[in-house]
């Protein structure tokens, strides 16, 4: 035995930000087959975006290709994000959305999972008149212009 004195551990204090509202977050893909975009229609009767949660662990790019290929039936690869945006569902519920442009296997059939009422395919001028957030609409808008900029 030593008369050594054993460093004392220092205590680490809790960051103050662990305190603030969390979010969760719901990574999107836009999916264009042709010249329409897949969407899928929820329980609230709005039309969205394939995708969903982030799980614990996973990238927001492997999230959105697994949740396309659960809720569509589609491999796909993924492209760049287009936008993120908080979207306030209904009081006290607010979800951070991230939304991808992705690529499609081109001779995949759509299907759809039964979370969701329907899926529809619809153009660009379709889109404006839908039951959706604007933000999904901001990101259809955004992948369908960077598309046609690499055509």
Known sequence: MTNAK???K???PIPQDNRAYRFPVSIKGVIFKGEKVVLLKNDRDEWELPGGKLEPAETPEDCVIR???EE????????PILDSWVYHIYEGVDV???TYGCYPDLFAEITH???HKAVGLF?????QSLNMPEGYKRSIRAWSEFLSHCE
């Open 6 to 8: 054993q460093p004392r």
């Open 10 to 12: 220092r205590e680490i």
């Open 67 to 69: 949740e396309i290929e």
């Open 72 to 79: 569509l039936g589609l491999t796909s690869k993924i492209g």
């Open 96 to 98: 951070l959305i991230v």
């Open 113 to 115: 999972s039964p979370e």
């Open 123 to 127: 153009s660009l001028q379709e889109v």
